[in-house]
């Protein structure tokens, strides 16, 4: 075998393992399906598939807050949301029941407040940028994600325009700080 050869083999396998790892990764996040779960935000329910693939929400597309961080897999989205009071835009990552939330919301008035939410074996904890406490609760089947009022007007149901894509997780991205001292709350 000449060593052009060689080099176009080892790339035609290079190609293939990619596409297969696409391919297995693509299945991982949902498959035919989403798959609509409170376990995906760290509940103990049981779950339900809908139409479409996981990580292939376009941009525009609208759906609840709620249904977006409860889709199956290793995902990453966008999303954004307007209303009357103002727009909040953030960063979802979800993975193995973990989900993670940076929302960050302009007020009309030029205020904004970012705030974060870690959904993890069953505990939710948020926190506000720039305040050295936040709040740690037990997640129920019931919990909603966002409990108002920990900054900006979104909720669980509130519509928001979201990109989902599939996501090499990152665990450290599901760890709460530890700077910040988290007070139980009743859920």
Known sequence: MTQRNI???????????????WLISSQGAGGTGTTASS????????STTTGGTAGSTTAGSSESLK???AQGGNYTCSLYTMT??????GTIY???GKTRLDLTFQATNGTSVITHI????GTSYTWVDGNQAGFKSS??????????PQGGVISDDSSVASDCHPWVPDTTEFVPPTQINFVSQNS
């Open 67 to 69: 249904t977006v961080t």
């Open 94 to 96: 979800g993975s193995g």
């Open 139 to 148: 997640i129920t089947s019931s919990s909603p994600i966002i409990s108002q």
């Open 118 to 121: 870690i959904r993890s074996n």
């Open 7 to 21: 080099v176009i083999t080892v790339i035609v396998i290079i190609i293939v393992v990619l596409g297969g790892w």
């Open 84 to 89: 009357d009071a103002g727009v909040t835009r």
């Open 39 to 46: 376990t995906a935000m760290g509940g103990e329910a049981s």
